[in-house]
């Protein structure tokens, strides 16, 4: 069985996004490929690898990606926006398959010292980790 095509998106595509693309393809490997895109990418949040690192997910190799470079260069099965920006924004376009809002807070617009961020950072991830496995679930059915 060919696996199902997963795009999320956001508005930077430097923490949210990247965080559901990377807990995706963990816990939804063998049915599931994830990439993530945002509609004015910056670069990705150093804490968002940090998270990801403490619960043995590497997001290393993954970066910022500006949504044009998937339209019209496959298909997905799945859009999933986890920004309210991205879901307003986000353009309809050939190949993209059943669309989802998933809206999650900004954890890299929140300011404070380095560990309230890092605890921010880890409430997003549990929260986008919670609802990537419950779709799992909701899938198998």
Known sequence: MEKKRVLFLCT????????????????????????????????INPYTVKVLEEIGVDASKQFAKPLETF???????????VCSNAEERCPMFPGMGTRYHW???????????????????????????????????????
């Open 12 to 43: 930077g595509n430097s923490a949210r996004s990247q965080m559901a693309e990377a807990l995706l393809n963990t816990h939804g490997d063998r049915d599931f490929v994830a990439v993530s895109a945002g509609l004015n990418p910056t670069v």
């Open 71 to 81: 339209i019209g260069k496959g298909t997905f099965d799945y859009l999933i926006t």
């Open 103 to 141: 809206p999650f807070d900004d954890p890299a617009a929140f300011e404070g010292s380095e560990s309230e961020k890092m605890d921010i950072f880890r409430e997003i991830r549990d929260q986008i980790e919670t609802r990537i496995k419950r779709w799992l679930i909701e899938m198998a059915k």
